[in-house]
């Protein structure tokens, strides 16, 4: 099977690569590039740096106000998708989520370090090929409290775009 390859470009970072995986996660592959095709993800920010876990993006913008695209079904197993054992290493794409299993629209993270805490309870869709040093740069970034959000960057970290290299 061919999987997308979509590149990251991130202001003042660089560029991430990551290839997609649609056997594992099939519905929110083609969620995810149906938003890039919108370019719905440009001038969104990572609103939420945890080093040593994860980067997490695309639902506010730089003034943090929220963008909301339409739900989806988790492509993950304790959500009874079997298919997707992809697990929660470092550079793997996974889909932001609440309590609920099936809440997914476009919030995503990028895994900074493994946390095997999240297989089976998140549907990862990729991983990171290049661009390991510009995930690194992210995680480094001075974060603080937020109204009530907690590991906000002090300064904005832009997405200026997500496209699609390869499909």
């Known amino acids: 099977m061919k999987h997308p390859i979509i590149k990251i470009t991130v202001r003042n970072f660089g560029e991430m690569t990551a290839e997609l995986y649609p056997e594992k996660a099939p519905n929110t592959v083609a969620n995810f590039l149906s938003l890039i095709e919108k370019d719905f993800f440009s001038g969104m920010i990572f609103h939420r ?6 980067i997490q993006g695309g639902g506010y913008d730089e003034s943090f106000e929220q963008k909301d695209a339409e739900a989806i079904r988790g492509e993950f197993i304790a959500n009874g998708f079997m298919q997707n054992d992809l697990r929660h290493t470092r550079g793997v794409l996974s889909m ?42 992210i995680a480094d970034v001075k974060t603080g409290r937020m109204g009530w959000f907690d590991d906000v960057p002090k300064d904005p970290v832009v997405i200026e775009k997500i496209e699609i290299i390869e499909q």
């Open 96 to 137: 932001a989520r609440t309590s609920d299993p099936n809440s997914a629209s476009s919030q995503f993270f990028v895994m900074h370090r493994d946390a095997p805490h999240l297989d089976a309870q998140y549907a990862g869709f990729g991983k990171l090929t290049d661009g390991f040093d510009v995930l690194d740069k």
């Open 49 to 54: 740096i945890i080093k040593g876990f994860m």
